[in-house]
Each structure stands twice: as structure tokens, then as C-alpha cells.
């Protein structure tokens, strides 16, 4: 089994930074995808920024240039630097680690999600 710890959410006025992590643990062999992703009230879950080994960032329109996700292959964590946060960026945020095993079976992991608030 994986395990998916994220940290890092809280309540933060608009302007304002915070930095998510996620580490991974477990039954991991290598991997593949780590990404974020977020869900508001009333709206479906959407995709944040994402990276994959050895690839570039891939980020949301809504988020270029105010997020940065990287990503530390030694500790198997992601994190996502948010700056100049709004509003609008409040919601649950959830990582997602694409886990390859040693068969090559590839399985996707969720966090248990952190609330990120941003006030006006």
C-alpha cells in the first residue's frame, strides 16, 4: 500500500503564499505522475498543476504564473508554492502520485486533501 501525507493548507489573506506538500510512502517502486488538484463547493474537482519524472510543469490556466509544483524524487514529495493567492483559489487541495510497483502495474493515490482559504 501507498500512503499520501499532505501539509500545508490554512487560511491566508488574498495576496498571500502557502506551500502544500506531499509525501508518499509505502510500496513504491518508482514514480511516474505527481500532481495537485482542487475542489470548491459546489464544483467539480479540477486540476491544478501536475509534473511528471522528468517532464515540465503543466499548470492551469487560472494558476500560471502564481504556482510553482516541484517535486523531490529522494523524499517522493510534491509540492505546489502558491503566491498571490485569491479568493477564488479557496478549496479543498488534493495531490495525486502516480505509483509505478515493481510488476509495472501503475496505480493512482490521493491525498486526504487540505483546505486552502483565502480571504478578501
Known amino acids: 500500500q501507498v500512503q499520501l501525507v499532505e501539509s500545508g493548507g490554512g487560511l491566508v489573506q488574498a495576496g498571500g503564499s502557502l506551500r502544500l506538500a506531499c509525501a508518499a510512502s509505502?510500496?513504491?517502486?518508482?514514480?511516474?505522475?505527481m500532481g495537485w488538484y482542487r475542489q470548491a463547493p459546489g464544483k467539480q474537482r479540477e486540476l491544478v498543476a501536475d509534473?511528471?519524472?522528468?517532464?515540465?510543469?503543466n499548470y492551469a490556466d487560472s494558476v500560471k504564473g502564481r504556482f510553482t509544483i516541484s517535486r523531490d524524487n529522494a523524499k517522493n514529495t510534491v509540492y505546489l508554492q502558491m503566491n498571490s493567492l485569491k479568493p477564488e483559489d479557496t478549496a479543498v487541495y488534493y495531490c495525486?502520485?502516480?505509483?509505478?510497483?515493481?510488476?509495472?502495474?501503475?496505480?493512482?493515490?490521493w491525498g486526504q486533501g487540505t483546505q486552502v482559504t483565502v480571504s478578501s
Open positions: 509505502g510500496s513504491i517502486f518508482s514514480i511516474n505522475g
Open positions: 509534473i511528471r519524472s522528468g517532464g515540465n510543469p
Open positions: 495525486n502520485v502516480e505509483v509505478q510497483r515493481r510488476s509495472g502495474l501503475l496505480i493512482n493515490y
